[in-house]
């Protein structure tokens, strides 16, 4: 039997609260260290079903009225607000820090892969190594980041000397050869000490400094969402993953904690397989915002009654689709979609959370403790219809289907200007995926601080790679590397006549200059070596 909206089972007009904001000012210190709120373990139990029959508005739980019901404004924190010298000398110290384990750890890689292999060929790209610095690694990157938005097939095209694809700058920042022995040796942790059990060890030092960068930075607005993003690997690997859903199907996975406003990428937890459950990485991605009021946007992959009433517990509200089989009430759990007309809900809820399910072109099963049961008109694209047409939608849907999208966005800048390179070696290639958050981060951050600057993504990485590069067309003397001389034609004074030219000299009534004798004897005589003729 359908069920109008009229109909439907949703007893009482009861509100959920939004769970009030404990936000800390700028001026009180952010919470660290054994400041930091430490999750609830995760029970095991199973979960618990909703009750149909709670209608009760009294276990509600009003806001406290003494508590302020306003959200500071979102963006960087701290210091990092401002632009003054010391923030900024405070900020190149820690970029530099980075940089210099990273020197550290590849010119120790370096010295490793020497000492492994004592007899090189003749030839060996290796043999032209030399210890890389911080300044020469920085302009590495920089190059790198150029290759995002400058496409060729292949790397040796950056430095070709035709005039058909010539690419100057690359060549006159350093050499080939120097970019590709940096590349070769590049290298992020100690192999000497590897840890069996850390799957992402080769990278773990990196991964670490940047997600807690992203974390120091900025401070998301009250909307949060998570979700997976990808990095394309089709190499061997213990955790590469497949999924046919995604653009990516495969890969290493992470899930990823965003801003729903900006993209901007708060929190990442790369994917191992086998390990923590999904309550476990949700609240170990909500880290430090746990108990703060947050509003988690989450899809059906996540989301559960049990856990949704947990992180109302940690004073975090959760909205998001539910899948079947999650603690949903047995009226919701055994609809089907002929049970109800386009339009139609059916509603349930307990103290704590509302489960919504809502027939749309197909049933759409919602929970969430911050929204009320009404519904919300909003204008939306439909076949045959030249312009917008006006649809009521619940409340908690036209929620999630603005806020859920912080992970999209930054998938999408990301993908605009990639600079990962193909590699061999998925530690190399992870790098490059953080790198490229950290750009998109690095922009948000610049755009909030500078709303008249650089306007655009493209602007952005632009003025980085030639902050990063240009110091070394100013020096006299480059440490990038070798340059490649220019050899150029020169009229030089005239000097004593070569005994070998005499004979052409007069026959052809020209002067001779000592500093062309190599070509004067290989092209304008018998060298019987050679087999060239006299011309």
């Known amino acids: 039997m359908q069920l109008t909206l009229q109909q439907s089972l949703f007893r009482g007009s009861k509100t959920l609260h939004r769970v009030p904001i404990k936000r800390k000012d700028d001026n009180q210190p952010g919470p660290s260290g054994d400041e930091r709120h430490t999750p609830q373990p995760v029970s095991s139990e199973p979960e618990t079903a909703i ?42 110290e820690g970029n530099v820090t980075l940089l210099d ?12 892969y020497f000492q492994a292999h004592p007899d090189l060929p003749q030839h060996s790209r290796g043999n032209a190594w030399k210890p890389v610095s911080v300044s020469e690694l920085k302009t590495f990157f920089g190059l790198t980041f150029l290759t995002g938005y400058v496409k060729k097939p292949s790397t040796e095209m950056y430095w070709s000397v035709d005039e058909v694809d010539a690419t100057p700058y690359f060549s006159k920042t350093m050499s080939r050869n120097r970019f590709q022995i940096i590349w070769k040796f590049l290298h992020y942790n100690d192999n000497a000490n590897l840890d069996v059990n850390d799957k992402m060890y080769k990278v773990r030092p990196v991964l670490d400094y940047i997600v807690e960068k992203f974390k120091q930075m900025y401070q998301p607005d009250k909307n949060i969402c998570i979700d997976e993003g990808m990095m394309l690997w089709r190499g061997r690997l213990s955790f590469r993953v497949y ?42 991605l909500l880290d430090r915002l746990s108990g703060h009021g947050y ?29 079947k089989n999650r603690g949903e009430p047995q009226v919701i759990r055994d609809l089907v979609k002929t049970d109800l007309g386009i339009g139609d809900k059916v509603v349930r809820h307990n103290d704590k959370v509302m489960v919504v399910a809502w027939q749309d072109k197909r049933l759409v099963k919602m929970v969430t403790t911050c929204h ?14 030249k312009d917008k047409v006006a649809q009521f939608k619940p409340e908690c849907v036209v929620a999630y289907n603005s806020h859920m999208n912080g992970v999209d966005k930054l998938d999408q800048n990301i993908s605009y200007y990639p600079f990962i390179r193909r590699s061999l070696n998925w530690s190399k ?49 480059s440490e990038v590397g070798e340059q490649i001389a220019c050899l150029q034609m020169k009229l030089l004074p005239l000097t004593k006549m070569i005994i ?11 002067s001779c200059q000592k500093p062309f ?12 070596a050679f087999g060239v003729s006299e011309v």
């Open 51 to 92: 009750s149909a029959d709670s209608s009760d508005s009294d276990h509600f739980s009003e806001p406290d009225p003494d508590s302020s019901d306003e959200w500071l404004p979102s963006g960087p924190t701290g210091s990092s607000r401002d632009s003054s010298p010391d923030d900024k000398r405070k900020n190149e």
């Open 101 to 112: 384990h990273v020197v550290h750890q590849t010119n120790l890689y370096a010295s490793q």
């Open 243 to 284: 999924n046919p859903q995604k653009p990516v199907k495969y890969g290493i996975k992470s899930y990823i904690l965003c801003d729903s406003a900006t993209g901007y990428c708060f929190n990442m937890r790369p994917y191992f397989g086998e390990g923590s459950s999904l309550p476990d990485t949700v609240f170990s």
């Open 295 to 323: 509003t988690l946007y989450m899809d059906n992959f996540y989301n559960s009654v049990a856990l949704c009433e947990r992180l109302l517990e940690a004073q975090t509200n959760v909205c998001g689709t539910l899948r």
């Open 372 to 385: 009320q049961d009404g519904m919300q008109k909003v204008d939306v694209w439909q076949k045959g219809h």
């Open 429 to 477: 290639k992870f790098v490059a995926y953080l790198f490229q958050m950290c750009m998109f981060n690095a922009y948000i951050l610049y755009r909030a601080r500078n709303p008249g600057g650089c306007n655009t993504l493209l602007k952005f990485i632009r003025s980085v790679v030639k902050s990063w590069t240009l110091k070394v067309h100013e020096r006299k003397g």
């Open 500 to 510: 070998y030219c005499y004979t052409f000299v007069n026959k052809h009534q020209i």
């Open 517 to 528: 004798y190599s070509l004067v004897l290989l092209f304008l005589h018998k060298v019987t």
